[in-house]
């Protein structure tokens, strides 16, 4: 895996398309549709997501399926700005494809531990089919893992998932799987920046995923002690080895009460911008704070790779938005509180 060149045509060219991103009169619009049918009929009419749902039945919506053509654009997006990348070929994309291959082995081994691994031809993404060496259509014939381990063999993400192997009729530990491959994909990736030259631009680049991985990780932590009630190495386990946060307040963020945890946050340096002004609700934070470090990196940043992945973490915020508003007109959800629950 290589990062991309120094070539000027991909920070022009991804800041053109930051242009084109919904306003905020945009999601009012949207937040206020009544059927998901109006969702997709706006988006159609008034947005570039126009050419991906135009092939759309107006009179026959799914959610699924705006759900599947939104990331099939998200996709193509990310695929043509790789296209810019001159010295390295599709070199930045190998990690976009990475991204997308975790993100669907996920997504069948949650139906595989409900017992519903069938219905994951219906969300089968077949415009990933020539960029992916994993067959996604055999994925929905497996009916248990030692099948879907057969069929992954070929693929590096083969020596990750082999030790997961259910025994004795129980569950998958998904979060445990999920988090060895995100690990694997950030191994390659740390590995891949620290070859990257210049040294100005190895370094903010990966300070920008030190970044990102930090507010994964905060999140993460948050979440298993309060949901979970874990603490100290048992949440450990969890979080991805990287980012800017130092071993000791990594620790006793684990393991502190939950009435120390957002303090503990407040007096770390990454974090003092984040918790300002903000009513520390965690399913937001981590999110919003992504989103305001790459809106800032696109708007000033040099690095042809930084303004790259600034932007394709933004535009995922933005299809996440979409998606969760066509989840929340889906079942007559309020106005004000789908707005509290999106990004912009």
């Not at 043509?80 to 070199?91: A, D, F, H, K, M």
């Amino acid at each position: 895996m290589t990062i991309i060149d120094s070539s000027g045509a991909i920070p022009a060219k991804a800041r053109a398309k930051y242009g084109r991103r919904l306003t905020s009169e945009d999601y009012n619009n949207l937040i206020h549709c009544k059927t998901v049918a109006e969702v997709a009929n706006y988006l159609k009419s008034n947005t570039y997501y126009n050419d991906v749902l135009s092939q759309l039945n107006e009179h026959n919506i799914h959610r699924g399926q705006v759900e599947l053509l939104l990331k099939q654009k998200l996709f193509y997006d990310f695929d043509e700005l790789c296209r810019y990348e001159s010295r390295s070929g599709n070199g930045f994309s190998k990690f976009i494809v990475m991204r997308y291959e975790i993100n669907q082995l996920i997504q069948y081994l949650i139906l595989l531990n409900t017992g519903k691994s069938r219905e994951y031809i219906f969300s089968l993404p077949s415009y990933f089919d020539n960029y992916t060496d994993i067959k996604l259509s055999q994925l929905a014939a497996c009916k248990d893992y030692s099948a879907f381990l057969e069929t992954i063999s070929h693929t590096p993400y083969y020596g990750v998932l082999k030790e997961f192997a259910p025994k004795d009729g129980k569950t998958l530990n998904l979060a445990a799987i999920e988090n060895s491959l995100y690990r694997y994909m950030y191994d390659q990736l740390y590995t891949a920046i620290g070859k990257h030259n210049p040294k100005s631009e190895r370094n903010e680049i990966k300070k920008l995923f030190d970044m990102i991985i930090d507010f994964s990780n905060i999140g993460k932590i948050y979440r298993l002690k309060k949901s979970y009630k874990m603490k100290g190495s048992a949440i450990e386990s969890y979080l991805l080895p990287y980012g800017t946060v130092t071993k000791e307040q990594r620790e006793a963020l684990c393991s502190c009460d939950m009435s120390e945890f957002f303090n503990l946050l407040g007096d770390m340096h990454q974090f003092r911008n984040v918790m300002k002004n903000n009513n520390h609700d965690m399913s937001r934070i981590p999110m919003e704070a992504r989103y305001k470090l790459c809106r800032n990196k696109i708007y000033f940043s040099q690095n042809p790779g930084v303004v790259m992945i600034a932007y394709m973490y933004i535009v995922g915020i933005e299809v996440s938005n979409i998606i969760t508003i066509v989840e929340s007109v889906r079942y007559s959800v309020a106005p004000e509180v789908i707005e509290e629950m999106i990004i912009h």
